[in-house]
C-alpha cells in the first residue's frame, strides 16, 4: 500500500485544515486507514483510526470533538478534518494503514504496516 498525505500548511489558532490522504496499491475497502503526528522534540503519538467501512472511528482525547477522520472509498481517498486548530497541535501528521479488522491495538504505531510521508500542520498563535 502506497500513501501520499497532503494538505499540510500555516494556520491560526482557532482556524482549520483538511488533511488528505491517497491510497494505492490495495483494493481500499480491506484496509484501515489512521493518522498519527510528530511534535518536535516529541515522539509520534496516535490521532485518529477509521475502519474499512468507516463505521468505526477512533481519537485521541485531545483532538475529540474537533478532528474528524472520513474516507471515500470511491475515490481511495481518507481525510482528517481539523478544527479550532490550537498551537499543540502543530506537528508533522502522518497518515498509516493496516489490515487488521477486529482486536486491533488502534492506538499503537506498530499496529499499522504502512506510512505516507507526512505533512506539516503549524499553527501560530
Known amino acids: 500500500v502506497q500513501l501520499q498525505a497532503s494538505g499540510g500548511g500555516l494556520v491560526q489558532a482557532g482556524g482549520s485544515l483538511r488533511l488528505s490522504c491517497a491510497a494505492s496499491?490495495?483494493?481500499?475497502?480491506?484496509?484501515?486507514l489512521g493518522w498519527f503526528r510528530q511534535a518536535p522534540g516529541k515522539e509520534r503519538e496516535f490521532v485518529a483510526r477509521?475502519?474499512?467501512?468507516?463505521?468505526?472511528?477512533y481519537y485521541a482525547d485531545s483532538v475529540k470533538a474537533r478532528f474528524t477522520i472520513s474516507r471515500d472509498n470511491n475515490k481511495n481517498m481518507q481525510y482528517l478534518q481539523m478544527n479550532s486548530l490550537k498551537p499543540e497541535d502543530t506537528a508533522v501528521y502522518y497518515c498509516?494503514?493496516?489490515?487488521?479488522?477486529?482486536?486491533?491495538?488502534?492506538?499503537?504505531?506498530?499496529?499499522?504496516?504502512?506510512w505516507g510521508q507526512g505533512t506539516l500542520v503549524t499553527v501560530s498563535s
Open positions: 498509516a494503514a493496516d489490515l487488521c479488522y477486529s482486536g486491533c491495538d488502534v492506538y499503537k504505531e506498530n499496529e499499522y504496516e504502512y
Open positions: 496499491g490495495r483494493t481500499f475497502s480491506t484496509i484501515s
Open positions: 477509521i475502519s474499512q467501512s468507516g463505521s468505526r472511528k
